[in-house]
């Protein structure tokens, strides 16, 4: 897992520039329509030799344009081979860019490609999965250069807005952090984006009792049944301390956005009810959080509900 560090503007130029890019279908057309609206000037499928040229002219303008989203990718053909020529000549301008990376796994891409019944840019007789690893495999190194790496496998348009709104919302101190709190089973894997990762699963399990099988972590049944122990509740206690000792940390090192996910075997009862009472603990201490639950349909499925 990448925890990159969020590089500092430039100060020749007091611009923000903002390039998008990533794979096909993750999601960077809802993200570009996401930094519209946070007042960016916004560009689809800008051919990358283009961008210093359109940085220069933005700061000639009479009304100076101060925020600029590009998105940049495999769509510009032989033109996107000169991306990393393009950077180097914005870092000797005096440009600063940061580069916001959108991926999915394959699963994904496949499944919104076929509802969509687009066409994966380099598909070849329709074949979206050969399509997607040629991709992945021609972005990789551009993806070791992003600032910020979001997975949007389990996301809908809208928890991708709130995520966009957290890193780029101009705000400052820990007013300026988003925080989300993702509830998760181990069973399918560990959010990728996670920032802090903790197990659950030393509670006692509310699956094993039939009346509590069916129901989730957000019944209050559940919930009792998860704190009716001492130790739920002091865990609770010292997480809770840990993560208002580290919130301030983070932010001086210039972290906009901190995902702290919390994991039990199928992410339906003890995950979900811990991440919903650090979401109010976090709450009614003003921070900004976002409470999501990842896999509570997915368990519901499995389990006949």
């Known amino acids: 897992m990448n925890v990159i560090k969020y590089k500092e503007w430039g100060v020749l130029v007091t611009q923000k520039l903002v390039i998008v890019t990533g794979l096909s279908g993750a999601g960077k057309t809802q993200a570009l329509h996401c930094l519209e609206d946070l007042g960016f000037f916004c560009i689809d499928n800008l051919p990358p030799a283009l961008i210093p040229k359109f940085a220069e002219l933005c700061t000639q303008a009479a009304n100076k344009i101060n925020k600029i989203a590009l998105v940049v990718d495999i769509r510009g053909g032989e033109f996107f081979d000169m991306f990393f020529e393009v950077l180097t000549e914005l870092d000797d301008r005096g440009i600063r860019c940061e580069i916001l990376f959108l991926e999915a796994s394959d699963e994904t891409l496949v499944r919104r490609f076929k509802e969509s019944r687009r066409r994966h840019p380099l598909s070849r007789h329709g074949a979206v999965l050969d399509g997607i690893e040629e991709e992945r495999g021609r ?112 932010c001086k090192e210039g972290k906009t956005t901190l995902m702290i996910a919390i994991g039990c075997t199928g992410g339906m009862h003890r995950s979900v009810a811990l991440t919903n009472s650090l979401g109010e603990i976090l709450l009614e201490k003003d921070f900004r959080v976002t409470v999501r639950h990842r896999d509570i349909g997915r368990s519901r499925i499995l389990t006949g509900v």
């Open 139 to 250: 972005l990789q190194d551009l993806r070791g250069r992003a600032n910020k790496i979001i997975d949007t496998s389990n996301m809908s348009v809208q928890q991708l807005k709130e995520v966009i709104s957290g890193i780029f919302a101009e705000n400052s101190g820990t007013a300026g952090l988003h925080i989300t709190v993702i509830s998760f089973g181990f069973k399918y894997g560990i959010p990728l984006d996670s920032d802090l990762v903790i197990d659950v699963r030393f509670l006692t399990n509310p699956f094993y009792q039939t009346e509590l099988r069916p129901l989730t972590g957000n019944d209050p049944e559940v919930r009792d049944y998860v704190f009716k122990s001492p130790l739920a509740g002091e865990f609770m206690d010292k997480f809770a301390g840990l993560v208002e000792f580290l919130i301030p940390q983070y």
